[in-house]
Structures are given as structure tokens and as C-alpha cells.
Nanobody, 120 residues
Framework: QVRLVESGGGLVQPGGSLRLSCAAS????????MGWYRQAPGKRRELVAT???????NYADSLKGRFTISRDNAKNTVYLQMNSLKPEDTAVYLC??????????????WGQGTQVTVSS
């Protein structure tokens, strides 16, 4: 059983920063892609950023320059550094792991999400 556990969310003032972490646990051999999505109330889930095992990144155009994704393959952990946060960044941030290889095969997984609230 693969489990993704996010941490690092919280309340921050506009212009502030947060760093999210997501660690995959379980009988994981390798993970191809890890990433972050977000969903605000009443809105569709949207891509924030993804990163492959080889370090290739993909960002939502609107977030380039403010958010940075990184990962530690040895720890099966992905990070999201968020700077210059705006109220419109308020959402539940969900971690995704794609192409997760375990003893039982390959699959995709989602975390439970961590709340990020940007407000003064």
C-alpha cells in the first residue's frame, strides 16, 4: 500500500512564503512523476507543477517564477516552495505520484491534501 503524506500548509499573509512537502511511503521501488495540484472552493482541480525522476519540470504558466518544485528521489519526497503568495493561491494543495512502481505493479496515487490559506 502506497501512502502520500503532505505537510507544510497553513495560514500565511500575502507576500509570504510556504514550503510544502509530500513523502511517499510503502513498498515503493521508484516513482516516475511527482507533483502538486490545487483545488479552491467551487473551482476545478488545477495543475501547479510536476517533476519527473530525471528532474524535468512542468509548471502552470501563471505560477512560473513564484513557485519552485523539487524532489529527493532517495526519500521519495517532493517539495513545493511557494513565494510571494497571493490570496488567490488559497486552496487545498494535493500531492500526486505517477508511475509508482511497487511489488504489486505500477499505479498513480493522491495524497489527502494540505490547506494553504493566504490572508491578512
Amino acid at each position: 500500500q502506497v501512502r502520500l503524506v503532505e505537510s507544510g500548509g497553513g495560514l500565511v499573509q500575502p507576500g509570504g512564503s510556504l514550503r510544502l512537502s509530500c513523502a511517499a511511503s510503502g513498498n515503493v521501488y521508484t516513482i516516475w512523476s511527482m507533483g502538486w495540484y490545487r483545488q479552491a472552493p467551487g473551482k476545478r482541480r488545477e495543475l501547479v507543477a510536476t517533476i519527473t525522476r530525471t528532474g524535468s519540470t512542468n509548471y502552470a504558466d501563471s505560477l512560473k517564477g513564484r513557485f519552485t518544485i523539487s524532489r529527493d528521489n532517495a526519500k521519495n519526497t517532493v517539495y513545493l516552495q511557494m513565494n510571494s503568495l497571493k490570496p488567490e493561491d488559497t486552496a487545498v494543495y494535493l500531492c500526486n505520484a505517477g508511475g509508482v512502481v511497487t511489488h504489486d505493479g505500477t499505479g498513480d496515487y493522491w495524497g489527502q491534501g494540505t490547506q494553504v490559506t493566504v490572508s491578512s
